[in-house]
Every structure is written in structure tokens, then in C-alpha cells.
């Protein structure tokens, strides 16, 4: 009988971990929920220097993104803005391309909902890769 409640243990244990990790994985937008969700979203995420980086994604795929300039690689630099231009990739990630005069950036990311309702990204269609937090509300 002992051995029968270990067993019993055992699996309602291993359902309880695989419930809670399949609640902390988003869920990846499709490429077509993407295209519909972005135009008009605003856009915040702190890169990996500190820099606060902000735009609002206008529907004509432009926007003007600003810094707060925070980044350790940036010290004694004034917040400042730089154009960009967002687009969807024919396998569906958001891309961004930001004309910063030091260094610009370009990038594309899968972006998934989490059950929390925010959102995250990541490098690859693995929605356990390494989090790109961001922050996208319309």
C-alpha cells in the first residue's frame, strides 16, 4: 500500500510541475494575429546596457523611438530619438530597424502572450529560448 501512495505521489507531482511550467510558457502569435496586433502598439523594453528604448508603431510601419540614454555604454549622453521602421517577416517575427546615430539597431523576435497577458520575445520559435521582455500595449 505504501508503495502505491509513492507511486500515487510521484505522478501528481510530475502533472503538477508540467501544469506549471505549460502555464509559464506564452503562447507565439501567429504571423496574421502579429500583422493585426502591432500597428499602433506602443513599445517599451530595457536593453541589456540599462537604456529605456520607447516608439509607438504607426499602421505606414514607421515610428520614432526614444532613449533615456541609461546604457553603461553611453555614460555622459543625453536621452535623444532616432526614426525606425517595423515589419513582419514572412516567418512571422516582429522586426525593428532603429537609425540611433552611435549604434543602430536591427532586429527580429517571435513575440508570444503570456497567460499573464503581457508579452515576451524571443530569438527562435522555442517559447522556452532566452526572454526578450517587452512591453507592447495599443
Not at 510541475?17 to 494575429?33: F, H, N, R
Request: with cysteine.
Amino acid at each position: 500500500m505504501h508503495k502505491l501512495a509513492t507511486t500515487v505521489l510521484a505522478f501528481a507531482c510530475l502533472a503538477l510541475s508540467s501544469i506549471t511550467s505549460a502555464e509559464q510558457v506564452g503562447v507565439k502569435l501567429a504571423k496574421d494575429d502579429l500583422a493585426a496586433f502591432i500597428p499602433g502598439t506602443r513599445a517599451v523594453y530595457v536593453i541589456k546596457g540599462g537604456s529605456t528604448h520607447r516608439w509607438t508603431n504607426e499602421p505606414d510601419g514607421k515610428f520614432v523611438a526614444s532613449t533615456d540614454s541609461k546604457s553603461v555604454y553611453l555614460v555622459g549622453v543625453r536621452a535623444f530619438t532616432a526614426p525606425g521602421t517595423w515589419r513582419i517577416s514572412d516567418d512571422g517575427k516582429y522586426c525593428i530597424d532603429i537609425g540611433w546615430k552611435r549604434y543602430p539597431e536591427s532586429w527580429c523576435r517571435f513575440v508570444y502572450r503570456e497567460p499573464s497577458g503581457g508579452y515576451y520575445m524571443t530569438n527562435t520559435d522555442d517559447p522556452n529560448a532566452e526572454r526578450h521582455n517587452v512591453e507592447l500595449t495599443k
